[in-house]
Nanobody, 115 residues
Framework: QVQLVESGGGLVQPGGSLRLSCAAS????????MGWYRQAPGKQRELVAT???????NYADSVKGRFTISGDNAENMVALQMNSLKPEETAVYYC?????????WGKGTRVTVSS
């Protein structure tokens, strides 16, 4: 069974940094378009950043210049370096990828930005 497992969430002060990681496991024939989404309390899930198999990246405007996504398709992993975090970025962060032709979600990792 294919799984996406996130790690690295936690409590951080405003202006601080966190690094999230996501690893895919199971029987994987193909994996592409790995990325991160987040869902804040009472809000819809939104795109944070994506990393394509070709190496291109896409970021939400709100995180450009502060977040960096990196991926390793050979290792089936994607990471998200988050700097200068803001309280409004408190959310559950989810990993997403197309694995064996099907979109998959991780269970999420909680990020709390608070003093």
């Amino acid at each position: 069974q294919v799984q996406l497992v996130e790690s690295g969430g936690g409590l951080v002060q405003p202006g601080g940094s966190l690094r999230l990681s996501c690893a895919a496991s199971g029987i994987i024939f193909s994996i592409r378009d790995m990325g991160w989404y987040r869902q804040a309390p009472g809000k819809q899930r939104e795109l944070v950043a994506t990393f394509t198999s070709g190496g291109s990246t896409n970021y939400a405007d709100s995180v450009k210049g502060r977040f960096t996504i990196s991926g390793d398709n050979a290792e089936n992993m994607v990471a998200l370096q988050m700097n200068s975090l803001k309280p409004e970025e408190t959310a559950v962060y989810y990993c997403n990828a197309v694995v064996n032709g099907k979109g998959r979600w991780g269970k999420g990792t909680r990020v709390t930005v608070s003093s």
